[in-house]
């Protein structure tokens, strides 16, 4: 064998040890997904006796979907999940925009440069430094909590300075002034020419913040277990606890509660995926 | 058009900043101070007076032993995962970025336990270590298995585990992204002037990736610091309040025990430390960056 076939097959020989490598790996991260899926079609003494058979004793069943869905009310939350998420997510998006376009076009006054300085101070500060606080202003000051707008707000609150700092990044370096300028020229207010100019070009920043944000919004349990205490408002994380802590004996019910749980999410990222690691990664380097 | 008057200014600055500002000063910036204020205060969450208490609430956080015990696990649970989850993660990024076949298919496949919540997360894996496990190791042992939840040590093990397995697939983006920075020239440069493959690997492509490695670690010690969804729903603190981290500690300490001012005090600690260890890694991390 010369150098260059002995080269070759070490190549392959690695290919080969690395695709096993992962192929192990891609099990092991899947398989509490998997082991959930199995046990979701079992009765409940057939999850106990054996977890890990793929088919109980008893058969094939599909009666644990109806129980808990009717339990958990899960429309209702699905419903509130949604209305909370698309709506905050939206709202982040346009005031963070367009306060970014007035910081970076105005970078000299005090105004701008300050607000942006305090913004990206605040992205350390943890949810927990401030949770007491907002229950005692909004809750004990205001009496506004148990409502969704009051959710949707402190969710576009929070997330406001994260989105702005993007936002900050691409109109510095992607937008032209001269694009700006021509719009001046022609009669465009700077009104017109944000929402004319300069928002539609920044979609692929917009398309960044909207899925970080609705995963974090979607997902979130703490902040909405303190806001919504409402059982009609739930969201699903706020539900799928609840529920855990009702029926966690009913493990059959609990299965199907996990799986519906994930599913809505899982199955956007069947379709959206190429976007979805896209924005996270451009959203997490630049972060 | 004057565009340097003070009217001009305000006019734009309110029409563009305006809402973005309300709503950041009304749930980050006054709540932040309002905090500062409930710390000197004894308030118990109902009533409308808040006795002013001076600084006992910081007497108080720091003679709570169970608050430093909750910190110091913190801080051990957050050395492993943090060290873990990047080990894994990079080792991740290396095996989908080495041109197999389906590297995006895997890539996708690794991230899917950032999509779903703590919460659901933590209830899935309490599945797999009461139920799933217990009966395998059953079948091994041939005699009746415990739930690692249910040891002492086994349960702080079985958090480090899940946030390892949680996190590992975002950073492994990163990471990623890193790679892809490095250009294939300069490893190829490198292995035409002797390098084997992990000499390149050490001396070449890992310094140039530095600063993936600072922004990986500074997120994961940042998010393990105050993590609590997982907590809860994985051991809910169980056994004995053995595997309660700081951020448990400090939700029960104000609204369980409805101590309002000492849990803001304690959590406030929380943010120092936390942003201490978080700044220092960063100077640290900085201070030996190199450009290619």
């Not at chain 1, 949707?152 to 609150?157: D, R, S």
Request: hydrophobic share 55%; net charge positive.
């Amino acid at each position: 064998m010369t150098q260059n076939e002995k080269a070759a097959a070490a190549k392959k020989r690695n290919h080969a040890i690395m695709i096993i490598i992962l192929i192990l790996l891609f099990i092991l991260f899947i398989m509490p997904f998997i082991l959930v899926i199995i046990n979701v079609f079992k009765t409940k003494a057939d999850i106990v006796s054996d977890p890990l058979a793929l088919i109980g004793a008893h058969g094939f069943t599909m009666q644990n979907f109806p129980e808990a869905m009717a339990k958990m009310n899960f429309w209702n939350v699905f419903k509130n999940s949604l209305i909370i998420t698309i709506i905050s997510t939206v709202l982040t998006i346009f005031v963070s925009a367009m306060a970014s376009f007035v910081i970076v076009r105005n970078g000299k006054w005090k105004f701008c440069s300050g607000l942006f300085a305090l913004m990206v101070a605040s992205m350390v500060i943890p949810f927990q430094v401030l949770m007491v606080p907002l229950v005692s202003v909004y809750g004990g000051i205001f009496g506004v909590l148990n409502h969704r707008l009051t959710l949707i707000l402190m969710h576009t609150g929070f997330s406001v300075s994260m989105a702005t700092f993007m936002f900050h990044g691409a109109i510095h370096t992607n937008i032209p002034l001269e694009l700006e300028e021509a719009a001046l020229i022609d009669g465009c207010s700077r009104w017109q020419t944000f929402w004319k100019v300069v928002f539609p070009l920044l979609k692929p920043t917009i398309a960044t913040v909207a899925i970080i944000d609705a995963m974090a919004f979607w997902n979130d349990y703490l902040l909405p277990s303190l806001v919504l205490t409402d059982k009609a408002l739930y969201t699903i994380p706020i539900a799928t606890q609840a529920f855990y802590g009702t029926y966690s004996t009913d493990i059959g019910l609990v299965m199907a509660a996990l799986l519906l749980a994930m599913l809505p999410i899982l199955i956007l990222y069947l379709f959206l995926q190429k976007y979805i690691v896209a924005g996270v990664t451009s959203g997490a380097v630049k972060g | 058009m004057n565009r340097n008057t003070f009217s001009y200014k305000l006019r734009q600055i309110l029409m563009f900043a305006g809402p973005g500002t309300i709503l950041f000063f009304a749930v980050v910036v006054v709540p932040f101070v309002y905090g500062l204020y409930l710390t000197f205060t004894s308030w118990d969450g109902v009533s409308a007076h808040k006795p002013f208490v001076g600084f006992a609430n910081y007497a108080a956080a720091f003679s709570d032993g169970a608050y430093w015990v909750a910190l110091g696990r913190t801080a051990i649970y957050s050395i492993f995962a943090v060290v873990f989850i990047n080990i894994l993660a990079f080792a991740l990024a290396y095996l989908v970025t080495s041109g197999v076949k389906g590297q995006n298919f895997f890539r996708a496949g690794f991230f899917v336990p950032n999509l779903i919540g703590g919460i659901v997360l933590g209830y899935i894996w309490k599945f797999v270590f009461n139920r799933a496990y217990v009966a395998i190791a059953s079948a091994i042992t041939g005699g009746m298995a415990i739930s690692p939840l249910s040891t002492t040590g086994g349960a702080m093990f079985c958090l480090i585990f899940v946030s390892v397995w949680q996190y590992a697939g975002y950073m492994m983006l990163i990471y990623v992204a890193g790679f892809m920075s490095v250009s294939d020239s300069l490893k190829e440069a490198a292995m035409i002037d002797g390098c084997t493959p992990s000499q390149a690997m050490r001396n070449v492509t890992i310094p140039l990736m530095r600063s993936s490695f600072v922004q990986c670690i500074f997120l994961s010690i940042t998010r393990c610091f105050v993590v609590y969804d997982v907590n809860l729903s994985l051991t809910k603190g169980e056994p004995f309040n053995t595997s309660v981290l700081a951020a448990m500690h400090v939700y029960n300490q104000a609204f369980t025990y409805k101590n309002y001012g000492l849990g803001q005090a304690e959590a406030l600690i929380l943010f120092i430390v936390c942003a201490a260890v978080g700044i220092t890694q960063v100077m640290i991390g900085k201070r030996g960056e190199v450009e290619a």
